[in-house]
């Protein structure tokens, strides 16, 4: 079961461990999306589609909190 996230912030940068004494080689851009793999202590391991697996902070992502559902019918009256 894999869920998806985006980057919130302009830029936010990608390391290779979690937390900011790990190098960061990579920057992600905001909408950027990334499948959420796991996290902790305020970071979370993301992969991209190439499936690289990398660390970004927290608080630059967005995760939606449900399965959104959206209906293109008409409303009836």
Known sequence: HWNCLAVK????????????QFS???????GEPFLDIGGEDGW???QNANGEKQWIN?????KPREAMR????????
């Open 24 to 30: 960061s080689a990579e920057t992600a851009q905001k």
């Open 44 to 46: 979370i391991q993301v």
């Open 9 to 20: 912030v302009q830029k936010s940068k990608l390391r290779s461990g979690p937390g900011t």
């Open 58 to 62: 927290l608080d630059h992502i967005w």
């Open 70 to 77: 959206m209906s293109f019918e008409p409303e009836r009256p």
